[in-house]
């Protein structure tokens, strides 16, 4: 599975990127939300390491993905964190960044809590997120897929 994070890495990091620069631009929020990099790591990424682990014919199909989904999710996350601290340290208005919204720009956040706690904190919520959705989907769609070539083996097996 060599290689399997290096180009939903890239992407993250384009989502990343991209995002900051449209909210600091301005955007409206339904255009900054097309980047979100959330719905990347929870969805759409388990869904292709599925398709690649589950093709490569890997004896622990649902450990790999649980850990490539854990470890991508965790890699995502760091490049999320340094926009926090942006948002901290400039005390950024977007509602994602509002302690309302989960964040840690707001009256009462202490520095360690901006820069460490918070950031921190929902980078583990994401983890657990990410394992539970993408991973749990993840893992039907590779129980569907091995039933289904266990099923055309025992149909070629029993002509």
Known sequence: ??????????????????????????????????????????LIAPLYFVFRIAGSGIAAPYKTLLKTTALFTALARSMVIPTYWLAYMYQWPQYRFSVAGGGNVGPGVSPFMGYVGIPLVAAAVWILISLIVGGGLGSILIAVKRKSARKASDTVTAQ
């Open 1 to 42: 599975m060599k290689g399997i994070l290096k180009w939903p890495l890239i992407i993250a990091a384009f989502l990343v990127v991209v995002r900051v620069v449209l909210e600091r631009a301005g955007a409206p929020e339904t255009v900054n939300n097309i980047f979100s990099v959330v719905v990347f790591y929870v």
